[in-house]
């Protein structure tokens, strides 16, 4: 499974880290996203990364503010969230499956990759 951390409340223009830890396998060269559902909305692609190269594709309006990484460890991937807005809050997930093209893997979303986490919810408010 994955489990995912560090979501909280946090202030216009804070920052907060969240980690993607694989529990029971090894992600091995599986493709990690990061993804965001906000109340009413569609599920969306926020930023994903490679499991086999450093390339990563984020959504433009995480652009610049938010970097994904994938620890040393290999089986733990980090959202790092900078200059967060109101319209960042939503329930966080992390997703992990074999993709070769991880923009396509954020912009599909697909409900059916091998891994899902449960979600962390990250509240951006004053």
């Known amino acids: 499974q994955l489990v995912e951390s560090g979501g909280g409340l946090v202030q216009p223009g804070g920052s907060l880290r969240l980690s993607c830890a694989a529990s029971?396998?090894?992600?091995?060269?599986?493709?990690v996203g990061w993804f965001r559902q906000a109340p009413g909305q569609e599920r969306e692609g926020v930023a994903c990364?490679?499991?086999?190269?450093?390339?990563?594709y984020y959504v433009d309006s995480v652009k610049g503010r938010f970097t994904i990484a994938r620890h040393s460890d290999e089986n733990t991937v980090f959202l790092q969230m900078d200059s967060l807005k109101p319209e960042d809050t939503a329930v966080y997930y992390c997703?992990?499956?074999?993709?070769?093209?991880?923009?396509?893997?954020?912009?599909?979303?697909?409900?059916?990759?091998?891994?899902w986490g449960n979600g962390t919810l990250v509240t951006v408010s004053s």
């Open positions: 990364i490679s499991g086999s190269t450093d390339s990563a």
């Open positions: 997703a992990a499956d074999y993709y070769t093209n991880v923009q396509a893997m954020c912009v599909e979303a697909y409900d059916g990759m091998d891994y």
């Open positions: 029971g396998f090894t992600l091995g060269y599986r493709a």
